[in-house]
C-alpha cells in the first residue's frame, strides 16, 4: 500500500477514528489503526471492542484530489503514533508508503521529515461487523443531541448493574423513548418518529455521548439496530456499538401519577441556591435539605465541623402543605439543567417518594429524583 | 469584627491570598484565612510556611467606598470554603460578622444567602515576619517577567539538593544575574539595575513564578532581601517567601569561552523537528540526536520496537567539522523557547562537553544543555 494525501483531511479521519482507541487495551493488536486502501478511498478503523469506528477519506472531494499516486492495500499502524506525527507536521501532502508489510514509511512533502514504523499485518486484526442490518431510524442532528444532552448523565457510572449504563430506547407507534437510570435518579424523553418503526435497545450511554460529540457539525444520523449491535451512519463514518444484554428494569409506573405538593421556581434561582447550599455539606456527600411551605422556599445544608448555609428563594409559587426533604445536590442541578428552561416545576408525592422535575411547557421531558432519608 | 463588604473586591483579595493556601497542610490552623479589619482597611492573609502573601481591601477606592458598616477586629476562617462562597454569591455586597470570634455570619445583601461558619481565634494563627528589611531592589513588571520566564524552568523540581530549586539571584556592579540549573542544564538572565544594590540571594523558583503571577496587570515590584527571606511589594500585597539555605554550586566557569562548533537555525524549525522526532523517542526517555556537517543538519530519534525518524533542517548555517550529540529534548525546546528570538545559535565544544543554545543579537541571556551519552 502507498499514498500521498492531504494532511488536513487524513487527520480528520485519524481523528475520528481514535475515539474508539483505548490508551489501556490489554489486546496489543488494538493499539493499531487499520488502513485499507480500496477504490473506494482509504479506510481508518479503530476499536476497543465496545466501540468501532470506520472513517472513510475519498480520493477526490468536488473537484480536489485527496489521495494521488497510490497502490491499494492494507496495514494495521500504531494509532497513536500516527495521530501525533500527522497532527506535528506541517505540509500540504504527507506520503505513506508500506514496505512489505512490516514497515511504513510516512514523509511529508518537502521530505524534510521522514519516519519509519513498524506495524502489523492486517490478518491479526479483529473481525468487526460493520454492516447496517436490522431496524433502521435517522434523526436529526438537533433531535439527537438533545435526546442524549437530556437523559444520559442519570445512566450509571458502574459496571455493577451493567443494564444500568444503558441508555433505554424504545420505539413504537411513531414515538422513540429514551430512558436513563442509575436507580436513584432517572430522566425520560420522548421524540416523535415514523410509524411503523419498532425496535427495543439498551445502548451503552457512554457510546450515545460519543456518538453525539462525532456528529458535531452533522445534519443527521442513521441507526441501524440489530439483535447484539446500533449501527451508526454519519456521512462516511460507521460506528458500531454492542448493545448492553439483558431486561431494562421496568420504569413505566415510575413517574407519579398524582402529586400533592408542586413547586414553581426559576431554573437559574434555584440551581444557584442549591451550588451555595452544597459549599457546607461536606460531610453529607452533596445532600441539601428543602423546606417549602406557601410562605417560603428554604435550601438548607450543614456541617457539623464547618457551619451551617441557608439559601431563601424570593420568587416562587407552591401549591400544598409544609414539605421538608433531602436530596443529592448534584442530581437535581443536573435535571434542571437539562430542561433547559427557564422555569422548573417540582411535584412531590411526599417527603420519602421519588419527586418530579419537570418543565410545564414541555412534557417530552421528565426526569425524577428519589429523596434521601436524613436523621 | 463586622463589615459590609464590595463582593467583587472581596473576592480579588480572597484570591490573591488564597495563592499562599495549600490544599495539603499538615496544620490545620493554615487551612484558614487571617481576616484583620484595622484602622487601614481589611487584611486577608494566607500562607503554608513556605509563602505567605498578605493583602489589603481598602475602606475606599478613589470616591467610592468598598467597606462600611464595620467593627474592627479579627479571626481565622476556612480558605476554602469563604472563597468558594463569596465566589458563587451574586449581590454586589457582602456582610461578614463574627459572633463571639467563634462563628461568623456571612449573608448577601438580599438576604437570601445566610451562612455561619465556624471559626477560630486569631491567637492559633503562627506570627509571619512580613516586614520589609535588607536590600531593596525594584523591577518593572516586564523585567521582572523577562527575568522569572527565561530562567526558573531550569531549575530542579526535585527536594534532593533543596539548593537546585532555587532561582540564584546576584546583584553586584549595576547588575543582577539570575541563574537556575537542575544540574543538567543552566539558564543565566542578567539585568542592569542600580549601582550600589548589592546581595545574593536563592528564592525558591517556584514561588518566583507565584509572584509573577500575582504581577499581572501591575507596573512593577519592590524585593526586599534580608538573610532569610525575600519580601515582595505588588501594591497593596505582600508575599513572604523563605530563602533557600546553602551555598548555590559554582556556575562562573560552565560557560564555556571557546567554541568548535557553530550552528545557526531558524527557532521554530529547530522546535518542530525535535517535537516531531521525539515523538520516536519513546524508548529513550525524550533523548533525541542532531547530526552536524556543512551538507546537512539531522535530528532523529529512534525506538527499537516502534520505528525510527529523522527530520532535516533546510535553511541553516553551520560552521565545524561533523558533530553527532544527543540530548534531552525537551531541554533544547525549553531553552529554544526562552530566547524568544526569531533564530537561535547552539555553539559547541565537543560531543561529550555542555552546550551553548544563545540568542546572537542578546547577550543578556545563556543557556546551557549538558548532551547524553548514548550508545
Request: glycine content about 4%; hydrophobic content about 40%; overall charge negative.
Amino acid at each position: 500500500m502507498r499514498f500521498t494525501i492531504k494532511r488536513e483531511e487524513f487527520l480528520k479521519g485519524l481523528n475520528i477514528a481514535s475515539r474508539a482507541i483505548s490508551s489501556k487495551n490489554a489486546k496489543a493488536v488494538l493499539e493499531n489503526f487499520k488502513l485499507e486502501l480500496n477504490e473506494k478511498g482509504l479506510f481508518i478503523t479503530g476499536t476497543d471492542e465496545n466501540i468501532s469506528i470506520k472513517t472513510q477519506v475519498p480520493y477526490k472531494l468536488g473537484e480536489e484530489d485527496i489521495i494521488r499516486n497510490y497502490k491499494e492495500g492494507s496495514v494495521l499502524i500504531k494509532a497513536r503514533l500516527l495521530v501525533e506525527m500527522i497532527r506535528k507536521m506541517d505540509t500540504e501532502e504527507i506520503t505513506l508508503d508500506v514496505i512489505d508489510s512490516t514497515i511504513a514509511t510516512i514523509s511529508n512533502s518537502n521530505n524534510r521529515s521522514e519516519y519509519s514504523l513498524n506495524c502489523v499485518k492486517v490478518d491479526e486484526y479483529p473481525d468487526l461487523d460493520l454492516d447496517a442490518n436490522g431496524t433502521e431510524l435517522t434523526l436529526s442532528r438537533a433531535d439527537f443531541d438533545i435526546l442524549v444532552s437530556q437523559t444520559t448523565f442519570a445512566a450509571s457510572l458502574k459496571e455493577q448493574r451493567p443494564i444500568l449504563t444503558a441508555l433505554n430506547l424504545e420505539a413504537s407507534n411513531g414515538t422513540l423513548t429514551a430512558t436513563a437510570t442509575d436507580s436513584a435518579r432517572m430522566a425520560r424523553k420522548t421524540l416523535s418518529i415514523p410509524l411503523g418503526v419498532e425496535f427495543v435497545a439498551n445502548v451503552p450511554a457512554k457510546m450515545m455521548n460519543e456518538v453525539n460529540h462525532l456528529l458535531e457539525g452533522r445534519e443527521s444520523v442513521t441507526i441501524a439496530f440489530s439483535d447484539k449491535k446500533a449501527l451508526f451512519t454519519i456521512g462516511t463514518t460507521v460506528v458500531a456499538t454492542r448493545l448492553i444484554a439483558g431486561d431494562y428494569p421496568n420504569t413505566k409506573n415510575i413517574v407519579p401519577k398524582v402529586t400533592n405538593y408542586l413547586l414553581e421556581v426559576n431554573a437559574n434561582d434555584l440551581m444557584k441556591a442549591i451550588e451555595r447550599a452544597n459549599i457546607l455539606s461536606i460531610d453529607r456527600e452533596n445532600i441539601v435539605d428543602l423546606s417549602m411551605s406557601e410562605d417560603s422556599i428554604e435550601i438548607s445544608a450543614k456541617s457539623s465541623q464547618v457551619g451551617s448555609a441557608v439559601e431563601r428563594i424570593d420568587v416562587f409559587k407552591y401549591v400544598g402543605q409544609n414539605l421538608h426533604i433531602s436530596f443529592n445536590s448534584g442530581f437535581v442541578i443536573e435535571a434542571v439543567k437539562a430542561l433547559g428552561s427557564a422555569d422548573v416545576t417540582l411535584a412531590f408525592v411526599g417527603e420519602m417518594k421519588p419527586f418530579v422535575v419537570e418543565n410545564a411547557s414541555d412534557d417530552s421531558i421528565v426526569q425524577i429524583v428519589t429523596p434521601i432519608r436524613t436523621y
